[in-house]
């Protein structure tokens, strides 16, 4: 992971406004948490991949997050029959291992869930740059500090890693063995990776300070000035069709669950 | 005229970075005033206090940094003490020495509009600011550019823009062209040159590369030891050359210009290093794309010392890095003490190259310096006595006796990179790579560390220095290799052929200046 997370584009859902993006990704999120239907999750799923390729997301990027959530999806899928043993069904028992056609379906469910969260943010963070993402979340009430913490956070992610693979070039040319051994062995010798990442990490964070301060972040205004942005945002038609869009889903879902129980 | 900076009597002292450390003194007594549209330069050795006094005039010190402040500051009237560095720099444009870590928007625009909103700026107008600042350092068209995708010297242009995009009246730089290749330094200078043309700006800029001080500034400041030693006009330069020499600041002189002969490639039997029609291509790539090294081929003979130069991104360190595996050829060969590195781990080429990265933090972990540069030498195996006897010698060399036991990561930054040479010189490998070892260290430090170096050299250990510094080329190598755009454009042994002790690379320039 060596870019940006927003990914340079003109497709619709970049030039979306923030906000209706947001209670997209909100309600994608609580709509892949609360139900519990694979087809539910599989619908979610394939719109949010629907949506990225019609933005012209390139799929390189869309399978940079499978891959980052791989060992995830791996290991729930594995790990939840052995957590779960109920079910009525049972295909296979060993022991206290039961694998059940039910606890089977929920590791599935339970698999594609994280990467229909994924992507439920994903969707927001690919498409919205960084000025648009700190002035959507102000506009929607988040503190200006707290949306600009979060909006440089993510600009530094991929900063971030390269340091943590300059790190790991110069302690290999050191003869450190990165590769091999035991856990337990790896785990040491990524000890001075962890730690010289962390100086560089501190040190930067220290200068990015003071660069935001010197550049007059807090700084004194004249009474009856605010801050300003230099992006403003405005909803237009398109927006409000796409928000009635996500209501409209979100209600209908909701009733039917009301309504089937 | 009365002052616009003026300190009294100012003092700093770092609180101690580790429990039970003692406050490290960055400065003492500094008394200075400075008049409205001066341009002042600050120069001294590594860890002279520089850097502290840019902290202090952009107010940093007292109130982001971790110590105690003695005397005050004066900018513009008031004291720093009671101005938060928000409202301070509504006078004052703070410009540090790493590029990555002041630039912290996603796009070029959004840099400069930062400073411009939190000012409560008419968003109509704004627009109309990034345009004019960016036109004044030369930046038009790359409005929507990501910062990290410019080069050091645009990346540092934008800085400077950002830092002046809300008009303070005063610019103080933190050597701004320490990252920087020679052009990327020209650029800079260009652009403050520029900018005091047109409009009354003052300027305080701490710089090892004096070459432009000389004639930009109207003022020098000398800093050693935290104290001012001199305050005066360019010609400080002239007057007290033993004296500046001494300190390790550099002499003003414009680049050698390199020459070399054509006999280089004489195959020998044993190299060191063998390339062969090496190309990389960064995976990733977009696919119209020049790749990043371009058909390279060339031998080095054992007991060489290559100076590897070019500009920034001509393929200087993609090149190192095949050297010792850490990248693979796209097409080609790479053999080093002859082993071919297409199939060994780095950490098993390790005990036949040395490899000093540009960036001592990426390396530095231990809990003290001992460790530090005993770690590549104990991972390969050497025994311990060896280690142990070797690692005093090199403290001994480097003057770092006297951290043995401190943790390296709270040194000063020339001595950390001073610390990492040595860990990697440790390890005692028939060839060593070094990624311009001498940046943002004194002509005094630089001296030290390099002949270090030479001495290894001259054991018969084969160096390939990356290097912007074309004076210790001159001085140090015997082969130079320059690259152009990721092809070789310039291969051969040195013309001005053996190396000298003359301590002054300057005095051994036998062409002539640009």
Redesign the interface.
């Known amino acids: 992971m060596d870019a940006d997370l927003y990914v340079p584009g003109d497709g619709w859902l970049h030039r979306a406004d923030p906000r209706v993006k947001f209670l997209l990704t909100a309600v994608l999120l609580v709509l892949c948490l609360v139900w519990r239907d694979p087809t539910v999750i599989l619908a979610a799923l394939t719109l949010e991949h629907v949506m990225l390729a019609t933005d012209h997301v390139p799929p390189e990027r869309i399978l940079w997050v499978w891959k980052v959530l791989a060992v995830i999806i791996a290991l729930i899928v594995v790990l939840w029959p052995v957590f779960d043993p109920s079910g009525e069904h049972v295909l296979w028992s060993w022991g206290w291992l039961r694998l059940t056609r039910e606890n089977l379906v929920m590791a599935a469910v339970m698999g594609l869930r994280i990467p229909a969260l994924g992507f439920a943010c994903f969707l927001t963070l690919f498409t919205t740059s960084q000025a648009r993402l700190v002035r959507g979340l102000t506009a929607v009430g988040v503190p200006y500090r707290a949306g600009l913490t979060l909006a440089i956070a993510l600009r530094y992610i991929p900063v971030f890693f390269r340091i943590v693979q300059s790190v790991c070039d110069a302690q290999r040319a050191r003869g450190l063995d990165l590769g091999g051994g035991s856990l337990m062995a790896r785990g040491r010798a990524y000890l001075p990776v962890l730690v010289a990442v962390l100086i560089r990490a501190y040190r930067m964070s220290q200068s990015v300070g003071w660069a935001m301060a010197s550049r007059g972040l807090g700084i004194r205004l004249p009474h009856g000035r605010r801050r300003t942005s230099r992006v403003t945002l405005t909803m237009r038609p398109a927006d409000w069709a796409l928000l009635a869009a996500i209501v409209a889903v979100a209600a209908a879902l909701v009733a039917e669950r009301i309504v089937l129980g | 005229m009365s002052a616009l900076i003026e300190t009294r009597g100012l003092g700093w002292a770092y609180a101690p970075l580790t429990d039970g450390g003692s406050p490290v003194v960055a400065l003492s007594d500094v008394d200075l005033a400075v008049e409205p549209g001066r341009f002042v330069g600050v120069v001294g050795p590594t860890g002279a206090g520089k850097s502290t006094l840019c902290?202090a005039l952009?107010?940093?010190i007292p109130?982001?940094a971790d110590g105690d402040m003695a005397g005050e500051v004066l900018v513009a009237g008031r004291s720093t003490h009671d101005v938060?560095?928000?409202?301070?720099?509504?006078h004052?444009?703070?410009v540090?020495q790493?590029p990555?870590?002041?630039?912290?928007?996603?796009?070029v625009?959004?840099e400069l509009?930062?400073?411009?909103?939190?000012?409560?700026?008419?968003?109509r107008l704004?627009?109309r600011r990034i345009d004019e600042t960016l036109a004044l350092v030369g930046m038009e068209g790359m409005r929507s550019r990501?910062p990290?995708s410019l080069s050091g010297g645009q990346m540092q242009r934008v800085a400077i823009a950002?830092?002046l995009v809300?008009e303070p009246d005063i610019l103080v730089l933190d050597e701004p062209t320490a990252a920087l290749d020679p052009d990327g330094r020209r650029e800079v200078f260009a652009v403050l040159d520029r900018l005091r043309a047109a409009r009354r700006l003052t300027v305080v800029m701490a710089e090892q590369h004096t070459r432009y001080l000389a004639s930009s500034c109207d003022r020098i400041v000398v800093l050693d030891g935290g104290r001012v030693l001199r305050d005066a006009d360019p010609a400080v330069f002239v007057r007290e050359a033993p004296l500046l020499a001494r300190l390790g600041v550099a002499a003003p002189e414009p680049d050698p210009v390199l020459r070399v002969s054509d006999t280089a490639d004489e195959t020998p039997a044993d190299p060191a290093i063998r390339i062969e029609g090496l190309t990389h291509r960064y995976a990733g790539a977009a696919p119209g794309e020049p790749a990043a090294l371009d058909d390279v081929s060339l031998t080095v003979p054992r007991g060489a010392f290559v100076g590897l130069v070019g500009r920034n991104g001509s393929g200087k360190t993609t090149l190192a890095?095949h050297l010792?595996g850490?990248l693979r050829p796209t097409a080609g060969r790479v053999v080093v003490d002859g082993i071919d590195t297409a199939d060994r781990?780095?950490?098993a080429l390790?005990?036949h190259?040395?490899?000093a990265?540009q960036?001592p933090?990426?390396?530095?972990?231990?809990a003290s310096t001992r460790d530090e540069i005993a770690?590549?030498a104990r991972?390969?195996g050497r025994s311990e006595a060896w280690v142990d006897a070797t690692t005093e010698r090199l403290m001994e060399t480097f003057g770092l006796t006297r951290f043995a036991d401190v943790s390296p990561?709270t040194l000063g930054y020339g001595d950390r990179r001073l610390v990492a040479l040595a860990?990697?010189l440790a390890?005692d490998a028939p060839i060593l790579v070094l990624d311009e070892p001498t940046a943002g260290l004194d002509q005094r430090l630089a001296a030290r560390l390099l002949d270090a170096v030479d001495a290894a050299n001259a054991e018969g250990t084969t160096v390939v220095m990356i290097s912007h510094d074309m004076h210790a080329v001159a001085a140090h190598c015997t082969h130079l290799l320059r690259l152009d755009a990721g092809r070789v454009a310039q291969w051969g042994e040195l013309r001005s052929g053996s190396r000298d002790a003359s301590p002054r690379p300057a005095d051994r320039r036998e062409t002539h200046g640009r």
């Open positions: 902290m952009a107010g940093v109130e982001l938060s560095v928000a409202d301070l720099s509504a004052v444009g703070y540090q790493d990555e870590s002041q630039l912290f928007c996603a796009s625009e959004d509009a930062f400073p411009l909103e939190q000012r409560g700026v008419d968003p704004i627009d990501v990290t950002a830092a809300a890095r010792n850490l781990p780095v950490n390790a005990a190259v040395g490899y990265f960036n933090d990426h390396q530095i972990f231990c770690f590549g991972s390969l990561a860990s990697v390890m």
